[in-house]
């Protein structure tokens, strides 16, 4: 009884609750048949508890009715399976005709202007190098002066500048051998400019020219270098610029009887 009443098909279901509440009273009934022991079992139990399942199978009865009243057995909604995503699609691509499950490409190039022809710019040949411009730096300067001027600068620069100085003097030296002005300055630049070598080339020469030793002396510029050349011969620990044997011919100059020891002081160069 309870079996039908709980029933999966409502079909099968009593129809109404009147006739589950009549088969429920046909199990509860006692039988006519008293000889066997279950039934006399089944007499002996407590009223209360025939009761209590008597109103709990009206309830379930009375749920159930209540849920299919007025409902054809057609429209209770069955079990369905969940139905599946639909397949994504790709956003269309320009050039493209969607197909289903690929793409064709859609012949575009007609209706595409069509391209332009490149055009490069023609190469500019480039300008011509500028004209060489004349040199106005101090060579042309010296050239322009007068051997004068030239040889007044040239006694400012002895003892600042007297690589500069050997190179004015250079020119004006071999022209005027005999000038006692110039060759006393030329060879004090000469010793200035540590080069003890062409000191003794240009003394030969000036001393070849007829110039003394005693006259150069008359210039302040080879007094000086020639001071200074004997300090360094005197002292032990300092290079002298000049050679001994160049040395002595210059002392040989102020002494003709002899030349003085090495080391010793000219006469007239205090």
């Known amino acids: 009884m309870l079996a039908k009443a709980l029933a999966k098909n409502p079909a099968e279901r009593y129809a109404e609750g009147q006739a589950f509440a009549q088969a429920l009273r046909q199990c509860t009934r006692p039988a006519e048949n008293k000889a066997t022991p279950r039934i006399q079992s089944t007499q002996r139990r407590p009223l209360w508890i025939l009761g209590g399942i008597l109103a709990t199978a009206l309830l379930i009865a009375a749920g159930l009715a209540a849920h299919t009243h007025g409902r054809p057995a ?122 003890g070598a062409a000191f003794d080339e240009a003394f030969g020469a000036a001393h070849a020219a007829g110039l003394k030793v005693t006259d150069l002396l008359k210039v302040q510029a080879f007094r000086t270098a020639l001071q200074e050349e004997t300090r360094l011969h005197r002292s032990r620990s300092l290079t002298p610029v000049l050679s001994p044997g160049a040395y002595a011919r210059v002392l040989s100059d102020l002494n003709p009887e002899g030349p003085r020891p090495s080391g010793a002081p000219p006469a007239n160069t205090q």
């Not at 069509?114 to 042309?140: C, D, F, Q, Y």
């Open 74 to 195: 057609s429209t209770v909604p069955a079990l369905q399976a969940p139905m599946a995503e639909p397949p994504r699609q790709r956003p269309p691509v320009p050039g493209y005709a969607a197909l289903p499950g690929k793409q064709v490409a859609v012949e575009t190039a007609k209706a595409q202007p069509a391209a332009m022809p490149l055009v490069l710019p023609e190469r500019t040949p480039p300008p011509p190098p500028p004209a060489p411009v004349p040199w106005t730096g101090p060579t042309a300067a010296v050239q322009e002066e007068s051997p004068e001027e030239r040889f007044a600068r040239a006694k400012g620069l002895v003892r600042e500048d007297p690589v500069q100085a050997v190179f004015i003097l250079r020119s004006l030296a071999g022209a005027r051998p005999g000038d006692v002005q110039l060759q006393g300055t030329y060879l004090a630049a000469l010793y200035f400019s540590k080069d």
